[in-house]
């Protein structure tokens, strides 16, 4: 068998694996689901998988940890330091990760997301939202992913923000 070969043969594994799974699931569910509903529940697990392989999505002891705890409990300073909105978090099943990209070089969340937080806030946007739209290409960035703009150009990410989450229709 050829590795292209052998390629394909895992790939269609992985398809009816899948399609299986996901057909369990929607078993489970004793009401209609309209099909574009499923559509975003997947877009949704599917964005927050590509981001956990290029950021990480950190529990919220590994959090703590990554911004200095030495406590027995450090999940509770990443709690805190999310309540006083200077962390964005996402619900993933019954965790709450927290987005890598948020930390510093010296694992202090960057001062941005304190202002993201509050510009969402007066927008009405969740932090899930927030997390999205960071890492999603925008025109008000010339197609560039405000996540790659964080660190280095904070001010820019919070013009473009501004912008983005003003509009009304």
Not at 5 to 12: K, T
Request: charged share 25%; aromatic share 6%; hydrophobic share 45%.
């Amino acid at each position: 068998m050829t590795a292209a070969h052998s390629h394909l043969v895992d790939v269609a594994q992985r398809i009816r694996e899948s399609a299986a799974a996901l057909g369990a699931a929607l078993d489970a569910v004793d009401v209609y689901i309209e099909p574009s509903v499923a559509r975003a529940v997947q877009a949704e697990r599917n964005l927050y998988d590509r981001i956990d392989a290029e950021f990480g999505l950190l529990t919220s002891t590994e959090a703590g940890r990554r911004m200095g705890s030495k406590s027995t409990a450090p999940r509770n300073l990443a709690a805190a330091v999310r309540r006083d909105k200077a962390l964005l978090a996402i619900a993933r099943g019954r965790q709450t990760l927290f987005p890598g990209f948020q930390f510093g070089a010296d694992g202090r969340p960057l001062p941005v997301i304190r202002a993201l937080r509050e510009l969402a806030d007066e927008a009405g946007w969740s932090e899930s939202a927030v997390v999205q739209w960071l890492c999603a290409p925008t025109t008000y960035l010339d197609e560039l992913r405000p996540v790659d703009l964080l660190a280095g150009q904070p001010e820019r990410v919070l013009d473009a923000a501004r912008r983005a989450w003003s509009v009304r229709w």
